[in-house]
């Protein structure tokens, strides 16, 4: 696909209409803020819907209408990925829990050298004031609080984050002549550390750079906006069962039996290989 402009020129215009977008953004929450003070999960609700909107799927259409004539084939949501794609998909999401939750485990019992011991708590702050303020939107265990997380934390989340992230960054990337593998890793780091949580880094990197080769794999932004959508609500289906049920929610991460870690890392690879195998088969027909 030819673009209009540069990468150093694409990527300094998406960059330049996500500052102008996030400080829209900003304003736009303070003001929600002020007049929503005494309703708390109304205002992170509707300020996590103005971040999905303005910050994310803003910059990366506007980008993708500059650069190309053909944003929707820049994006890849042209084309859908057919109902094995999306069976992989969900299959990948149960059989890699244990696996997952070792990974997270590990990276949450991170411990920084001494001479870092005062970014470590800065960092433990964040990550403690970021759970407080998912609890304080899981904490509603109705059915319609529920439907409406499934909506804004799942959907309007997964959607966002992958058509700027995967459609937008990584395809400036990639059809700007950057090998594919750097531009998956590379996104997939970005979209970690924007999250700024730093006992949750690795986990998610490898998530976003799971997003990432699902791009490549299926040449459809679809089948990464399908895994994001189906992580975060698995989520937040588990939480509200979990306050439902009169359980403590936290954000202390479990340990599975090796055995089941180990088993878990086969099949997740096995599933892997398969999407891997499904989207080049689809390639050659192409």
């Known amino acids: 696909m030819k673009l209009a402009l540069s990468l150093t020129q694409r990527l ?5 209409i996500f500052i102008v977008c996030y400080a829209i953004t900003a304003l736009c929450v303070k003001i929600v803020g002020a007049v929503l003070s005494d309703n708390l999960p109304a205002y ?3 300020s996590a819907m103005l971040q999905d909107v303005f910050a994310f799927i ?3 259409v506007a980008t993708a209408l500059v650069v190309t004539r053909r944003p929707a084939d820049l994006l890849m949501i042209r084309s859908r990925p057919g109902i094995t794609v999306f069976m ?13 939750e070792a990974v997270i485990y590990w990276n949450y019992h991170i411990t920084l050298p001494h001479w870092a011991q005062g970014f470590e708590a800065w960092a433990r702050q964040m990550e403690n004031a970021a759970f407080e303020t ?6 509603d265990t109705s ?4 439907i409406v997380n499934l909506l804004i934390i799942g959907v309007a989340a997964g959607f966002s984050e992958e058509l700027l992230f995967r459609g937008c960054l990584q395809r400036l990337l990639t059809t700007g002549g950057v090998n594919r593998h750097v531009a998956v890793w590379v996104v997939a ?8 949580q730093l006992f949750g880094f690795v986990p998610r990197m490898l998530l976003g750079a799971y997003f990432g080769y699902l791009l490549i794999w299926t040449g459809s932004l679809w089948a990464p906006v399908a895994a994001h959508v189906l992580n975060n609500m698995m989520f937040v289906l588990t939480a509200w069962l979990q306050v439902r049920n009169g359980e403590p929610v936290t954000n202390e991460p ?4 090796p055995a089941a870690i180990a088993a878990s890392a086969a099949l997740s690879a096995a599933v892997l290989w398969a999407l891997w195998k499904f989207g080049r088969r689809n390639s050659d027909k192409s």
């Open 134 to 139: 998912m609890k304080c939107l899981l904490g």
């Open 58 to 60: 803003v910059p990366a």
């Open 189 to 196: 780091v970005i979209f970690s550390a924007l999250h700024f």
């Open 143 to 146: 059915v319609v609080a529920l």
């Open 12 to 16: 300094l215009l998406l960059l330049f």
């Open 44 to 46: 992170l609700r509707i």
């Open 88 to 100: 992989l998909v969900v299959a990948l999401l149960f059989v890699s829990i244990p696996f997952q």
């Open 254 to 257: 479990s340990l599975w039996h």
